[in-house]
């Protein structure tokens, strides 16, 4: 009896899965990292206040190239459907 088997090889999707995944899996040790000079000029304190605003500051850094990137690729997305209804 013969059957149709799918191709058990990995695919694009599974892979851009698997990595999805395992980012939202490093986010949480992500979202504390601080470089060590941070580190050592708060520690030696005991402002925990002024650790947190750091550390709020370090995440504020970080969003703003994200952000620029998608509002960038936003631009390109809707330049070319533009583009293609043009054609159409």
């Known amino acids: 009896m013969h059957t149709n088997q799918m191709n058990s090889a990995p695919t694009f999707s599974s892979f851009k899965s698997f990595a999805i995944l395992a980012m939202m899996m490093l986010m949480p040790m992500l ?30 850094l970080m969003v703003i190239p994200y952000i620029l990137i998608a509002a960038i690729g936003f631009y390109v997305y809707k330049s070319r459907q533009k583009k293609k209804r043009q054609t159409t």
Do not use: F
């Open 31 to 60: 979202g504390q990292a601080q470089c060590a000079m941070c580190r050592a000029a708060l520690q030696s304190g005991g402002d925990t206040a002024q650790a947190q605003a750091v550390n709020d500051g370090i995440v504020y």
